[in-house]
Antibody
């Protein structure tokens, strides 16, 4: 069955960077876009961007352009997101998603 | 950017009742690429509907998506206890693939 398994929770200081991984299994990794979505505590879902693992093409929400990078390693069916220049407002659960299947979420806490 | 506005913000109903959730887009959603998700506390969202009206795999037929262009509706015909959750619409017709702010369906 389709599964997306994300890396564990992170605690970072303001100004630092964080990299979250999302390992896919149960399907052809290069055949589906991977989306990244975040959710602050008690808030709604916020789409950050997507990457096509087959082509490497990306699409970013303008809000995150410049400090948000998505990559993939097709040899291990894994997608990555990296967010830099972290601030307290970036504290949230970060999800990878194929649309019909979602990772379990990774809590990123930004605190001094 | 397409802004999605969901209404109502909170819907209070009893099990067995019918729920109607609305999602209105600020401009037409290309190809009616509109999805509905259900999210329960502490869980990832679950895809219910895509393409405005196509039920995702394993989704009970009490969930129905309808609409086109700028107006979309999710109807739950007879509420079960497990249906009380937050529901989000998302458009994926034009980047950025925006979400609505959500409708909380609570037990009356």
């Amino acid at each position: 069955q389709v599964q997306l398994v994300q890396s564990g929770a992170e605690v970072k200081k303001p100004g630092a960077s964080v990299k979250v991984s999302c390992k896919a299994s149960g399907y052809t990794f290069t055949g589906y876009d991977i989306n990244w979505v975040r959710q602050a505590t008690g808030q709604g879902l916020e789409w950050m961007g997507l990457i096509n693992p087959g082509t490497g093409n990306t699409g970013y929400a303008q809000k995150f352009q410049g400090r948000f990078t998505m990559t993939t390693d097709t040899s291990i069916s894994t997608a990555y997101m990296e967010l830099s220049s972290l601030r307290s407002e970036d504290t949230a659960v970060y999800y990878c998603s194929r649309g019909d299947s979602w990772g379990q979420g990774t809590l990123v806490t930004v605190s001094s | 950017e397409i802004v999605l506005t969901q209404s109502p913000g909170t819907l209070s109903l009893s099990p067995g009742e019918r729920a109607t959730l609305s999602c209105r887009a600020s401009q037409s959603v290309r190809n009616n690429y509109l999805s509905w998700y259900q999210q329960k506390p502490g869980q990832a969202p679950r895809l219910l509907i895509y393409g405005a009206s196509i039920r995702a795999t394993g989704i009970p037929d009490r969930f129905t998506g309808s609409g086109s262009g700028t107006d979309f509706t999710l109807t739950i015909s007879r509420l079960e206890p497990e249906d009380f959750a937050v529901y989000y619409c998302q458009q994926y017709g034009s980047s950025p693939y925006t979400f609505g702010q959500g409708t909380k369906l609570e037990i009356k």
